[in-house]
């Protein structure tokens, strides 16, 4: 939060009538963080159970990546909060003292059922047997070191791999409800807040959960892409233009919420709409239409579209590719700035805004931000040396009966 | 039941345990006792010394300035609303206190604010009131009207 010298400097951040206490934003960059980086694991997790559970056969080759990308994020996700509270070192506090009388507080819950529960387990289940082979061909610390990774437990027998495939499947059964509750959850927290009209919807936590979906799958494709250039690898077009399919519906039925959503607003005109209206026509102009709607939106679908008709040469396909998920991906991260800053820019009294500058340089919660958006990168390349997916073992085939 | 499953459980009644065992170390003492709170942090802040020690204990000793003060429109003002906080200066009158003869001293409560009555608190217009000069080479902070 910005510090303010005196009225004066305060009054020229203000526009009409606003309350004293709506004047600096509490809830900065680091706050669209958290909501992005959650949506991003439960995104990716999602694209994983395609393959696993429906049983999609062409996203196989992404599987174990999602998985993993899904876990690297999951790692940094409460990090935003942390350091937006300011007082990293009594993180423990949160962890002792649980209790269910907030809405803030049950992320503890959500968080710790999706990681433990669900993310660990499956991705240790999907490699217990290859730990248990990479244990026994490494020498010294890294031998050890699997050893502990699989619990030494070192049966290879086939039973023992079906039983693996079983509960995995069953993980990742229970954990596509859990990855809807991990994000519809970080929806809800803004759309119960009643005093808010720019939060306040029922639709928050369907509309995140989509729009979570949408970042994770651009997000599995740009990685996959570039982790498949640095192998120096042949990418599995099969693969990436199923990935491309799903990101095209998805993003179908994302914009569509968004604009019922919108459009109810419009059509309902309630008390608030007239502010609302000056908040995306002016402040909000360029994150809204331009970087939310047009290039996180109408780019992607349009270009998405064409391709599902017309399928130009692999190389531009690729380039393409490429190009859209970072469009998405950036098109998400202004959703979630338009939702957490803008509905904090204009006055509950609905007659005037305050203002938000970012501080490219010196400002905490940028540095911050961009942090907690670049450490997952590091988390997941050691986690794509300590598990490579494509050493592992090709899975074992479960007789039908 | 699979080893590896059995194993599982194991680590995950260990990680439960020490969790556990976390739990009762590290909760502070009186963590619920009135709800999801620290009922001792109502004590401890009760507990802290006191910054501000009231105009009454600087008229001890600056008992002119006190009795001028009374006369004017600022006699409901504390005295360190302008000096700041006095508690190290009553003890140890060689801790200086602050004096600010800046004019946002002044404007902080008498700029021009369609928010405070002004029958209540005269406000002037900083730029135009005798622009350029300090509010105290006419008014006296201590008795506005000399």
Redesign the interface.
Same mark, same amino acid.
């Given at each position: 939060m910005d510090k303010i010298q005196s009225l004066y400097e305060a009054l020229t951040k203000v526009d009409g009538f606003i309350y004293p206490n709506e004047l600096a934003l509490n809830w900065d960059m680091l706050i669209v963080m958290y909501p992005y980086i959650t949506g991003l694991v439960a995104g990716a997790f999602i694209l994983a159970s395609l393959n696993r559970v429906f049983d999609i056969k062409a996203l196989r080759p992404t599987y174990e990546l999602s998985l993993l990308t899904a876990l690297s994020f999951m790692l940094v996700a409460t990090m935003p909060l942390i350091t937006h509270l300011g007082q990293p070192l009594r993180f423990y506090e949160m962890l002792i003292t649980p209790h269910l009388t907030s809405a803030m507080a049950i992320f503890g819950f959500v968080y710790l059922w999706y990681l433990m529960v669900v993310l660990l387990l499956e991705i240790w289940f999907d490699y217990r047997y290859d730990m248990v082979i990479w244990s026994r061909e490494k020498k010294g610390f890294m031998k050890f070191f699997y050893k502990a990774l699989t619990l030494w437990v070192s049966d290879t027998s086939p039973e023992s791999r079906k039983t693996d495939e079983k509960i995995g499947y069953f993980i990742t059964v229970v954990g596509i409800p859990s990855a809807f509750l991990l994000h519809g959850y970080v929806g809800f927290i803004f759309g119960s807040i009643k005093a808010n009209p720019w939060w306040s919807t029922v639709m928050m936590p369907v509309i995140f959960l989509f729009s979570a979906m949408v970042s994770g799958i651009a997000l599995v494709m740009f990685i996959y892409m570039v982790v498949t250039y640095l192998r120096k690898q042949k990418i599995d077009m099969n693969a990436l233009d199923t990935i491309a399919k799903y990101l095209f519906y998805i993003l179908i039925i994302d914009f569509t919420l968004e604009s019922l959503d919108q459009i109810h607003r419009i059509y309902e005109a309630d008390e608030s709409f007239d502010i609302l209206k000056i908040l995306v026509r002016g402040k909000l102009f360029f994150t809204f239409f331009i970087m939310q709607i047009g290039v996180g939106v109408v780019i992607p679908l349009a270009t998405l579209g064409f391709l599902q008709f017309k399928k130009p040469r692999v190389r531009i396909r690729k380039l393409i590719y490429w190009i859209i998920s970072i469009c998405v991906l950036v098109g998400i991260f202004y959703m979630r700035w338009n939702v957490v800053i803008g509905g904090q820019l204009f006055s509950k009294s609905f007659y005037g805004f305050t203002s938000y500058k970012v501080n490219l340089i010196g400002g905490s919660d940028v540095t911050l931000s961009l942090l907690w958006f670049i450490v997952p990168f590091f988390i997941l390349a050691f986690l794509l040396w300590l598990l490579p997916p494509w050493k592992k073992a090709p899975p074992i085939e479960i007789p039908e009966d | 039941m !699979? %080893?590896? @499953?059995k +194993? %599982?459980l194991l @680590? #995950?009644a260990i #990680?439960i345990g020490i969790?556990l065992v =976390?739990?009762y170390v =590290? *909760? !502070?003492d009186s963590?619920r006792e009135y709800? !999801?709170y620290r009922g001792n942090a109502i004590g401890e802040i009760a507990s802290q010394q006191a910054k501000f020690v009231q105009k009454e204990s600087c008229a001890d000793c600056h008992d002119s300035i006190a009795e001028i003060k009374s006369l004017g429109e600022h006699i409901n003002l504390q005295c360190e609303i302008c000096h700041g906080p006095g508690y190290q200066h009553v003890d140890d009158e060689n801790f200086k206190m602050e004096i600010t003869k800046n004019n946002?001293l002044c404007l +902080?409560c008498h *700029?021009m604010?369609a928010a405070s009555p002004k029958n209540i608190i005269k406000q002037i217009d900083a730029i135009e009131h005798n622009e350029g000069e300090e509010c105290i080479t006419c008014h006296n902070p201590h008795q506005p009207w000399l």
């Open positions: - | !699979p %080893l590896q @499953v +194993r %599982l @680590v #995950f #990680f969790m =976390l739990k =590290l *909760t !502070p963590w709800g !999801p946002a +902080r *700029t604010n």
